[in-house]
């Protein structure tokens, strides 16, 4: 099985985070999946961005549900970049894209877009939170999703197993081979995050990982240079 390279918001360690200047560099860059993070504005909108807030990120302040999509698409996300929502990510790269829900409203309108636009296939659906992707079990059943975790222990396993996720996507810094053994023993997948040194990367190839997230173009060349 091939090592994948996930770009992280894109490439986010050279371009402003899930924007659609990120996605397009990751692309260019190579990387075999796009991941970008989806919450719901006010009027409905699948827009891309990490935080809650849009503080962090942009020229703006305040919670992204507080604001319409016309209102979110006034502000800087970086370099002169707009927010994007999902469906132009969808055009602007041909990529498969890992979507992380973190508002657990979003998994409805994720899955009516990934029908309507025919797709399956194309886009993973990845999520901190269990509820999110049980839901879309139901909604999108067939389509792979990943559990993501921080903190964790042996029994985030079973409770990837428990929502029908077919991938683990969890913090290198707290794996072990046991755990990797039992998620591969599982029929799980392990991705490790965020892998943005060379030692991360001998350390996920060490532990027999599927694939590792990286914000750094570095990482794909060298997972190419020693495939």
């Known amino acids: 099985m091939s090592f994948l390279t996930i770009g992280h918001r894109g490439l986010m360690g050279v371009e402003p985070e899930n ?12 990387v ?34 507080d604001r319409t999509l016309a ?11 707009r927010i994007p929502v999902f469906e132009e990510v969808v055009d602007a790269v041909r990529a498969p894209l890992q979507a992380e829900i973190k508002d657990v409203a979003a998994a409805r309108v994720l899955a009516e877009v990934v029908r309507t636009r025919d797709l399956v296939g ?34 985030v396993v079973e409770r990837a197993r428990a929502v029908g996720a077919s991938t683990l996507s969890l913090n290198i810094r707290r794996l072990t081979l046991e755990l990797v053994e039992q998620a591969h023993a599982a029929d799980l997948k392990v991705l490790g ?32 240079f020693t495939a």
């Not at 049980?134 to 990943?146: F, H, K, M, N, Y």
């Open 19 to 30: 924007t659609l200047r990120s996605f397009v560099r990751a692309e260019h860059e190579g």
């Open 32 to 65: 075999d999946v796009i991941e970008l993070d989806l919450h719901l504005s006010k009027d409905g909108a699948l827009v891309v961005m990490h935080d809650a807030h849009v503080d962090r990120t942009t020229d703006g302040c305040g919670p992204i549900a």
């Open 71 to 81: 209102e979110l698409r006034e502000l800087d996300a970086g370099q002169g970049e």
């Open 122 to 155: 194309r886009v993973d659906i990845i999520s901190f939170h269990d509820e999110a992707l049980a839901a879309i079990r139901e909604l999108l059943p067939g389509v792979p999703t990943a559990l993501v975790a921080d903190f964790y222990g042996a029994d």
């Open 193 to 224: 995050w965020t892998v943005n040194t060379h030692d991360h990367l001998r350390l996920a190839r060490g532990l027999g990982l599927d694939g590792a997230v990286t914000d750094h173009p570095e990482i794909r060349r060298a997972v190419r």
